[in-house]
């Protein structure tokens, strides 16, 4: 892995970068910083947000510029005014030690007559949004003809934004000889077209894959009833104690609903839309990026050029129409090397949706139960003990009080004192989740009933396997063995039941599950032959919801469905 040193940065940049936190390139800086401080091509960089882009671009157009000459020599464009003023911003920390440079961000929704004071004292390099750039250029404020670089970032979600004549009117005042870059999450159609009008014997640079998900983010799925989403939106909630997270809704009312919801539950969260004032928004976003909400509900729209690091979680509250939109949503976490989770709350309708998307971004889901009300307690109370392991404590300004506060709790015991701490917590969890329902979506057709069904409850004769395709159902794959466990379909249980028990049961390293058949009164699945005695073990005596599992390691002549049924027979 090179260095900055290596890559051609200068030393004031290196020092300011490093101060900053940065240790070694990552690997879209490492594959564009050369490029545009050399001699190469027009460039097309397809990267993530959240990649070190800013950088890649930043670090080069700093140090190309001259600052003796008080005119813009480069531009870069963004889709909103958070995203210019974030950029912005990384510029002018980027070049804290190159003081004769300055940085200028233009945008609407602020005074143009500030900007307009900003710009005639002199500026190298403009951040801008294209209709307040548009606006600047038409009074004679701005001048592009000595500008040598031009850089478009999220040049998909300008297109999308409807900026495509905006962009060529822009590029109309700019000299032909310059060098211009474009950065993209995915490759619609509209970006080729910029290319071959405006790009000379352009190289695209793609660090992972056209349109892929972001490398770092687990794409999970909860699938329920359309009526149940938000309460799955709770428990999925519930149950990340330390959740930073956006959740997209497909329109502003249903934002706005979701967030009242969460608020009206104790939930610290805020709505963002485009009914809200700029100056609503600007407050959300603050409070956002500074923590002191930890839920943003909000619409692709609203969000767009919101810059957060550290989210733990994108939530999917409505699957978008545009897979290069969830794309973008899921880029938003797992950022900088990072893990991050994106999730989806669907319902059945949205399943083939679904599917598209995972074959565009070349990733699959992970299909998950929702939340238990006991794996959700356990989880939070296991986080409180967490924070009381790790909160700091003032010893000076704390002893004053605990002679008093001794004197009162003198009277309970270590173990009194711990469980009336931990129920503060609990007794809430407790009266919340009481009686909760389970509501996943059973995605399994109902059983048929009536004279044709077959004795052993499954399919009538004419539709059941023949002997030797049950036989193969009930034979492990080669190198695995096959385990039987006494439950199945028919008691709620599914591929993601079986996974949590193995996690919660088996000792020791994970156990790797191969193939899984779910019938209506049993399971047969495969482990690696070394873990199959210590599966079952593990399985045999196990609750699932109030029934006993038994388990064994099964056998490719014995019946199953005519065990499952005599046993139903016996109760």
């Known amino acids: 892995m090179k260095t900055f040193e290596e890559l051609g940065v200068s030393a004031p940049l290196r020092k300011a970068v490093e101060e900053l936190g940065f240790e070694t390139p990552m690997p879209i800086q490492e594959r564009v910083i050369p490029r545009l401080l050399g001699d190469a091509q027009d460039i097309i960089a397809l990267a993530q947000t959240g990649t070190g882009k800013t950088a890649a671009f930043g670090l080069p157009v700093l140090q190309r510029v001259d600052p003796a000459m008080k005119r813009p020599q480069a531009l870069v464009l963004a889709p909103t005014r958070e995203l210019c003023l974030q950029i912005s911003g990384d510029l002018v920390d980027f070049s804290i030690y190159e003081p004769g440079v300055k940085v200028i961000p233009v945008y609407g929704g602020s005074s143009i007559e500030s900007q307009i004071r900003a710009l005639r004292h002199g500026a190298q390099i403009i951040v801008a949004t294209p209709g307040r750039l548009i606006d ?49 999450a995915t490759m619609p159609e509209g970006i080729l077209k910029i290319a071959k009008r405006y790009m000379k014997d352009y190289e695209e640079i793609v660090v992972g894959s056209r349109n892929e998900g972001a490398e770092n983010v687990r794409h999970i799925y909860y699938m329920v009833n359309a009526r149940d989403k938000a309460l799955a939106l709770k428990r999925v909630v519930d149950n990340s104690p330390n959740i930073y997270a956006i959740i997209f809704c497909r329109t502003r009312r249903d934002t706005q609903e979701v967030a009242d919801n969460l608020i009206r539950d104790g939930y610290n969260a805020e709505a963002l839309h485009g009914d809200l004032s700029q100056q609503q928004r600007d407050i959300v976003m603050k409070k956002f990026r500074d923590r002191v909400v930890d839920i943003l509900v909000a619409t692709d729209v609203a969000a767009r050029g919101l810059d957060v690091s550290d989210l733990t979680h994108v939530i999917n509250y409505g699957l978008p129409d545009d897979t290069s939109v969830y794309t973008h949503r899921s880029g938003r976490t797992g950022r900088a090397g990072k893990s991050g989770v994106s999730i989806a709350i669907i319902h059945s309708r949205e399943k083939g949706k679904l599917r598209e998307i995972e074959r565009i971004i070349g990733k699959s889901f992970e299909r998950r139960e929702v939340p238990t009300p006991e794996h959700i307690i356990e ?41 009336r701490i931990i129920s503060l917590e609990f007794n809430r969890l407790l009266a919340y989740y009481k009686d909760a329902p389970k509501i996943d979506f059973i995605d399994a057709k109902p059983e048929r009933k009536g004279k044709n069904k077959g004795k052993n409850g499954d399919k009538p004769s004419h539709e059941r396997p023949k002997d030797d395709a049950e036989k193969d159902r009930r034979t492990a794959s080669r190198g695995m063995e096959r385990i039987y466990v006494n439950v199945g379909k028919r008691d709620g ?48 005596g196990a609750d699932f919801y109030g029934k006993r599992l038994h388990s064994e390691i099964a056998d490719p002549d014995r019946d199953y469905s005519k065990l499952a049924d005599k046993k139903k027979r016996k109760k």
């Not at 002893?399 to 270590?414: D, F, N, Q, T, V």
Request: glycine share 6%.
């Open 136 to 184: 600047l250029i038409k009074r004679g404020v701005v001048k592009l003809d000595e500008v040598t670089t031009v850089v478009l970032d999220e040049a998909d979600e300008m297109l999308n934004m409807g900026f495509l004549d905006s962009i060529e009117e822009i590029l109309s005042h700019i000299p032909a000889d310059r060098k211009m870059l474009l950065f993209s």
């Open 379 to 419: 989880k939070q109370l296991y986080c409180l003990a967490d924070r009381i392991e790790r909160v700091k404590v003032s010893e000076d300004e704390i002893a004053r009080y605990l002679p008093g506060i001794s004197r009162k709790l003198e009277w309970l015991s270590e173990e009194d004192l711990l469980k």
């Open 493 to 540: 249980f599914f591929a993601g039941n079986l996974i949590e028990l193995l996690n919660k049961q088996v000792t020791g390293k994970r156990v790797d599950v191969g193939r899984i058949d779910l019938l209506p009164a049993y399971s047969l699945f495969d482990v690696k032959k070394s873990d199959a005695r210590k599966v079952v073990g593990a399985l045999t």
